[in-house]
């Protein structure tokens, strides 16, 4: 785990909360900006095979492994200790992809 990121428990705790969790700590490695919102899609600009840049909407696995480079996510056991790192929620995945402005992405990188 890096000291330097914020941790995030997984389990036990409401889907908008831990979801605000991780759009908090996107946002924080946003910068300089990679991630955009556009037309209601989260979106991010690619250098394409004939170096002509191109925005393309960002699946769930480049955002999971967006998140995995953001936080430290780790579940608490049965008995209240934390546990060893997992991998971020895909059902925060989802919410972050299905609204991108509740996080206050940047706007469209064309404008």
Not at 12 to 39: E, G, H, I, T, V
Not at 81 to 97: C, D, F, I, Y
């Amino acid at each position: 785990m890096r000291t330097d990121l914020p941790d995030i428990q997984v389990n036990n705790r409401d889907l908008l909360d831990l979801s605000a969790d991780c759009a908090a700590a996107l946002l924080k490695a946003n910068d300089p900006p990679f991630l955009f919102q556009r037309d209601g899609k989260v979106v991010r600009i690619r250098t394409g095979e004939n170096g002509r840049p191109s925005i393309e909407p960002v699946s769930a696995a480049f955002l999971t492994s967006c998140l995995s480079d953001a936080a430290n996510f780790y579940r608490v056991t049965g008995s209240g200790e934390r546990s060893t790192a997992t991998r971020p929620p895909l059902a925060a995945v989802g919410v972050l992809l299905a609204c991108p402005a509740m996080w206050d992405l940047p706007r469209d990188p064309e404008n």
